[in-house]
C-alpha cells in the first residue's frame, strides 16, 4: 500500500502582495494534483496549512475543490488536519477544511481523531500552540494507545519539533511516541527526512519558496511531496519533485562589479517563460543605496517580477533589506510589513529581534522571542490577517442562532 503525503500548500498567498505569486501556487497545487493521480497511490495526507488564512477567499477555495474532485474521480480519498495558518486557534473555531467534507475529503480532528483505511491506521492531531503542550503530549498518548491495535500507523501532525526548529518548536523529539510506522509531519518549510522508532519521520517541505530562508534547501532538495510505501518492515520514501512555476535566482554580487553583474543577470532571465523572483546580495557597498537601488531597478526591473535586495556596507556588520517597494532600512520595511498583523507589539518585536541578532545577541534574541510568544500565542495567530479574523470573529457572534453550528455538528 501507498500514500502521497504533502503539506503547508498555502493556497491564498500573494508573496510580497503580488497577485502573480498567488496564481503561481494555484499553478503548483494543480501540478502535484496530477502527479499524485499519476503515481496510482491509494490515498492522501495533507499535514496542514492548505490554505493561508482560516478565511479563505474563492480564488483558494476553488482550486482546492477542483483538485479534490480530481482525486475523488480517480478513486483517491484524501486526509487532513488543520496547520496554525488555516485555524483560529480559539475555542469552538471551525476549519476552511471542513467545507470540502461532502466532496470526500477527511478531517482530523479534535473530534474525529483517526481513521482507518484498509487496516491502516490514521491518527493526527491540527496545530496546537506550545502553550497547549499538555494537552498535546495526552493527545499523542492516546493516538499511541489506539495505534497498538493496528500493524501499520500513521501519524499526522502540524507542529515544529527542536530537532529540526530549535527556537520555535512546540514539542520536543522525546515527546513524540514511536510505535508509529510514519510521521506525516507539516509546518517546517523544509524538506526532512529522518528515522524515528520503527519508521520514518518527514516533513515534505513547501511546494514553493515562500522566504528567502528556504532558497539553499530548494537548491538542494527542490519543492514536492513525497510517496510512502507501506509495504516490507519499514516505509520507503520517494521524492517526487514538482519544479515552482516561476524561477527564483539568488546572487551575490561586489559592488565594485555591480553594473557588469547586473548586466549578465538581465541577460541570463530575458528567455524565461515567467518573470523570475530575484534575491540579490551587494557587498562593499561605500555609497548611497539609492542610487544603487535606482541602478539596479533599472537593469532588473523589467525582466523581473520583483527584485529583492540586501545591501552590506565595507566595515560594518549591518545590513539593509532595500525591496521594490522604495522604502530603506530595517525599520521601515519592518513596520511595512509586520504592521499587516494589526498589532504594535509585533512591529516592536520584530525590531528587538533585529537589534539583537545583527550584532550577533543571538541567546538574547531567544529570549525575547520565547518571552513574547508565551505571553501572546493565546490570543494571536501567527499569519498576516489578524484584522481580519478579528473581525470573522465579531460577525460569528453576532450571526443568528439559525445560522450557528456546534463544532462538533461540523466535524
Not at 545591501?311 to 545590513?319: A, G, L, N, Q
Amino acid at each position: 500500500m501507498k500514500f502521497a503525503h504533502l503539506a503547508d500548500s498555502h493556497l491564498g498567498y500573494r508573496q510580497y502582495g503580488l497577485e502573480a505569486r498567488e496564481k503561481d501556487l494555484i499553478e503548483e497545487f494543480d501540478k502535484i494534483i496530477e502527479k499524485i493521480i499519476d503515481e496510482d497511490v491509494d490515498f492522501v495526507i495533507h499535514s496542514g496549512d492548505l490554505f493561508q488564512t482560516a478565511k479563505p477567499s474563492p480564488n483558494a477555495l476553488l482550486p482546492f475543490q477542483k483538485g479534490l474532485l480530481r482525486l475523488k474521480g480517480a478513486g483517491i480519498p484524501m486526509y487532513a488536519i488543520a496547520g496554525n495558518h488555516d485555524s483560529l486557534l480559539s475555542s469552538g473555531a471551525i476549519p476552511p477544511q471542513v467545507l470540502f467534507k461532502k466532496f470526500g475529503l477527511k478531517l482530523i480532528s479534535t473530534i474525529n481523531t483517526n481513521y482507518v483505511h484498509n487496516g491502516v491506521f490514521i491518527g493526527g492531531i491540527p496545530f496546537m500552540p506550545s502553550s497547549h503542550k499538555k494537552s498535546l503530549k495526552n493527545s499523542l498518548a492516546n493516538l499511541s494507545s489506539k495505534a497498538e491495535d493496528y500493524d501499520k500507523a500513521i501519524l499526522v501532525l502540524h507542529q515544529g519539533i527542536d530537532k529540526y526548529l530549535p527556537f520555535a518548536h512546540e514539542l520536543e523529539i522525546g515527546d513524540l511516541p514511536d510505535n508509529f510506522d510514519y510521521y506525516a509531519l507539516g509546518h517546517i518549510h523544509k524538506f526532512i527526512e529522518d528515522d524515528f522508532g520503527k519508521g520514518k519521520l518527514v516533513y515534505p517541505g513547501s511546494m514553493d519558496i515562500l522566504s528567502k530562508s528556504e532558497y539553499d534547501d530548494y537548491v538542494k532538495n527542490g519543492k514536492g511531496f513525497v510517496v510512502v510505501d507501506l509495504d516490507g518492515p519499514k516505509p520507503t520514501v520517494k521524492r517526487v519533485p514538482v519544479n515552482p512555476s516561476r524561477e527564483f535566482i539568488r546572487r551575490n554580487i561586489d559592488f565594485n562589479n555591480l553594473e557588469n553583474d547586473l548586466k549578465s543577470i538581465k541577460l541570463s532571465v530575458e528567455g524565461l517563460d515567467k518573470k523570475p523572483m530575484i534575491f540579490l546580495n551587494v557587498y562593499n557597498v561605500d555609497r548611497s543605496i539609492k542610487d544603487i537601488h535606482e541602478l539596479i531597478s533599472a537593469e532588473l526591473g523589467p525582466v523581473s517580477l520583483n527584485v529583492r535586495t540586501v545591501f552590506k556596507f565595507i566595515d560594518e556588520e549591518d545590513v539593509v533589506d532595500f525591496t521594490s517597494s522604495g522604502k530603506i532600512g530595517p525599520k521601515e520595511l519592518l513596520e511595512d510589513k509586520l504592521k499587516e498583523f494589526g498589532n504594535e507589539s509585533i512591529v516592536k518585536l520584530g525590531v528587538d529581534l533585529y537589534n539583537k541578532l545583527s550584532i550577533n545577541h543571538n541567546e538574547e534574541a531567544v529570549n525575547i522571542a520565547r518571552s513574547y510568544f508565551e505571553n501572546n500565542f493565546d490570543s494571536m495567530v501567527i499569519d498576516n490577517d489578524t484584522d481580519e479574523k478579528k473581525s470573522i470573529e465579531a460577525d460569528d457572534k453576532n450571526q443568528d442562532d439559525d445560522f450557528k453550528i456546534t463544532f462538533k455538528e461540523a466535524i
